[in-house]
């Protein structure tokens, strides 16, 4: 997975009027709360990178 994807992932599954996950609901008629998985999962992607970023460790 690149930094694109993660950005898709985290436009996609946002929350819902209802509290539940948009992205979830429309991709795989799943209701899930939201933060579902997804967004945890690029949202800690992206802290990782920004943080290697900043120790000048830059993969």
């Not at 991709?27 to 990782?48: F, G, K």
């Amino acid at each position: 997975m690149n930094d694109e994807q993660e950005q898709v992932i985290l436009a996609v599954h946002v929350r819902g009027l209802d509290g539940m996950c948009a992205g979830c609901r429309a991709w795989w008629s799943r209701l899930t709360p939201y933060p579902c998985w997804q967004v945890d999962w690029a949202t800690s992607r992206q802290a990782r990178t920004i943080t290697a970023w900043f120790l000048g460790g830059v993969r």
